[in-house]
């Protein structure tokens, strides 16, 4: 005999593949409008055009969406969503700054060069459509991530462990290497993702003068 509180559990173990779905079909709307987006540009791109391309009426288009701004509203928040899930909340919890530091690069190049939400992020950090407390919002989440890069960079720099210079300048210098990648890589040519990862990361943080580990290997070659 199943109580009023079965039912309810089993109610709702039911609906979680449901909602599941609803929502996995909602982030594949959100990827198929940015690339659109991309593509075409926000003003170019119209409603029937991001509809097309989801396989959508417009009417079926704005059961998800109120309006083209608030979709592109979804897409940024979206991605903000993204970067701090897959980046953010992977490196937080370790404890050697420069090893986060190497660890949040290689996290975020990959999310930069996946081929199915490349065009989200891309769209977050380059596109100035939306103003008022909607970008005051998204910018506020953003700043969350340069303070987070100027404070491991600190870090870093107070052990020696990279060099001395402003940890604003690191701070940039670090997202500007990694939000350009989308200018020039392409995946089906020479360079793999695992070696665009390895090389940019070593690169970016190898040793030299003024760390360290720098000042260590200069003392071995003597």
């Given amino acids: 005999m ?6 309810g559990l089993e109610a709702l173990h039911d609906s979680r593949p449901e909602k599941d779905e609803v929502q996995a079909r909602h982030r594949r709307i959100l ?4 690339r659109v987006i991309q593509t075409q ?3 170019g791109a119209s409603i029937q055009d991001i509809a097309s391309a989801c396989g959508l009426t417009k009417a079926g288009l704005y059961h998800h969406i109120r309006s083209k ?3 592109l509203v979804e897409i940024m928040s979206y991605g903000m969503d993204l970067f701090e899930e897959d980046v953010l909340n992977q490196v937080l919890p370790i404890a050697d700054p420069l090893e986060r530091l190497r660890a949040c690069m290689a996290l975020n190049i990959r999310l930069v060069t996946d081929q199915e939400r490349r065009e989200v992020t891309i769209i977050l950090h380059e596109h100035a459509t939306l103003t008022g407390e909607v970008q005051a919002r998204i910018n506020a989440r953003k700043k969350q991530y340069l303070r987070f890069l100027e404070k491991s960079f600190a870090e870093a720099m107070r052990q ?9 300048v690191a701070a940039f210098s670090f997202l500007g290497t990694v939000l350009w990648i989308y200018k020039w890589y392409r995946p089906e040519g020479e360079v793999s993702e695992d070696q665009l990862v390895d090389e940019m990361v070593g ?5 030299g003068p003024g760390s360290e580990d720098g000042e260590r290997e200069e003392e071995a070659r003597r």
């Fill in 69 to 71: 701004e608030h979709l």
């Fill in 2 to 7: 199943h109580t009023t509180n079965d039912r």
């Fill in 160 to 168: 020696g462990s990279f060099p001395q210079m402003s940890p604003k």
């Fill in 41 to 43: 540009g926000y003003d």
């Fill in 203 to 207: 690169l970016f943080f190898r040793k």
């Fill in 31 to 34: 990827e198929t409008a940015a």
